[in-house]
């Protein structure tokens, strides 16, 4: 991603070039933020997703919402000033209807670039993270987590599973061992050093010891364990536990 007034790749992170025009439901962040209005939304989903619990929409969404974190953390790394349009007032949530399981959307309302510029070190990246996560992502977290009456770390923990994600697929694109290293450590510092009060939290939930275990599809492979269970296996009952879900 570089600052071309584009953001590129933003697929990747669940975020459309424009509003989707045939969503189910679209909210502005803003006002995921009412619990009432994110008891809406996560009713709508469970109910599309084939279950009444509530606690179940709220992880599997978290999953989804962590795309705008990776996209803010992509951004920033770069140096990219459209880092800011990531921001509560700035953006929606769309839920939509597929012919599988729906799926979510977060359109920027508008693409607008800082005045100030991003220098792209670590320290820079760490306090601007800091500040999103207190300020756009925290009262989104308190709101899911009053409706669907689940503890907001475990909330924290689904963003982090993504989270890890994106970082692992980054880190395997990487073009050598020594970059591979790089985008960990770099991942690592940025999110580890992060204070536990931006998240509402007595400890920092994103600072977590990665864990693996041998893929039981491919023994020679290790994955990583994951921060907490995403609940997916109890929307199906052919539907087992993932192979790096943290109760195995």
């Known amino acids: 991603m570089s600052g071309t ?24 962040l803003t006002e995921l933020c009412i619990p009432a209005q994110a008891e809406q939304l996560l009713t709508a989903y469970a109910s599309m997703l084939g ?9 599997i969404l978290c999953s989804w919402i962590a795309g705008i974190c990776g996209a803010k953390y992509a951004l920033l790394t770069a140096a990219d000033p459209l880092a800011q349009s990531l921001c509560l007032n700035n953006m929606s949530v769309q839920l939509i209807r597929t012919e599988g399981y729906p ?80 985008v960990i450590g770099q991942f690592q510092a940025a999110h580890w050093k992060l204070k536990p009060e931006v998240f509402g939290l007595r400890r920092n939930p994103f600072c977590i010891t990665p864990k693996f275990r041998r893929d039981p599809e491919l023994p020679h492979e290790l994955i990583s364990v994951k921060a907490t269970c995403c609940l997916a296996y109890k929307l199906r009952t052919d539907h087992d536990y993932c192979g790096g879900c943290p109760i195995l």
């Open 103 to 182: 799926e979510f959307a977060f359109p920027i309302h508008n693409q607008r670039e800082s005045i100030s510029e991003q220098s792209g070190n670590e320290k820079d990246i760490s306090d601007e993270l800091g500040r999103f996560y207190r300020n756009d992502m925290r009262p989104i977290i308190a709101a899911l987590a009053e409706a669907s009456q689940t503890s907001a770390v475990m909330l924290w923990k689904q963003i982090y599973n993504q989270l890890y994600t994106f970082m692992e697929e980054d880190a395997l694109a990487a073009r050598s061992a020594c970059h591979r290293n790089q």
């Open 5 to 28: 007034g584009k953001l590129h790749g933003a697929e990747r992170f669940f975020i459309p070039p424009a509003a989707i025009e045939n969503a189910v439901i679209t909210l502005p």
């Open 51 to 59: 279950t009444e619990d509530k606690r179940i929409a709220a992880a």
